[in-house]
């Protein structure tokens, strides 16, 4: 079993960076693929970025503002997102792989946190 708890959401304004964190529980975390989803009010909930045995990808709408890492040694993988905008506005989810691969398929997840919302102002 593994416990992800995403943290640093919250209001921004448009045009401001926050930095999304997402601990993970467990002794195999390197060996996880990751990714970052997000859903909207209304709508289904979206791939937004993932690091893994893929590599780093991002949805288009993101690139270039957002960027995914991680810290094997802190269980820990991170999403920075600068030049934000309205259309960010979410619940942003944490989601782990075991298999290792990432990506943006949701159904290759295995665990997926409780989520963090961000709000962005114009």
């Known amino acids: 079993q593994v416990q992800l708890v995403e943290s640093g959401g919250g209001l921004a304004q448009a045009g401001g960076s926050l930095r999304l964190s997402c601990a993970a529980s467990g002794r195999s975390f390197s060996t996880y693929g990751m990714g970052w989803f997000r859903q909207a009010p209304g709508k289904e909930r979206e791939f937004v970025a993932s690091i893994g045995r893929t590599g780093v990808s991002y949805t288009d709408s993101v690139k270039g503002r957002f960027t995914i890492s991680r810290d094997n040694a802190k269980n820990t993988v991170y999403l920075q997102m600068n030049s934000l905008k309205p259309e960010d506005t979410a619940v942003y989810y944490c989601?782990?792989?075991?298999?290792?691969?990432?990506?943006?398929?949701?159904?290759?997840?295995?665990?997926w946190g409780p989520g963090t919302q961000i709000t962005v102002s114009s």
């Open positions: 989601a782990a792989d075991i298999q290792g691969w990432g990506g943006s398929l949701r159904m290759r997840y295995n665990y």
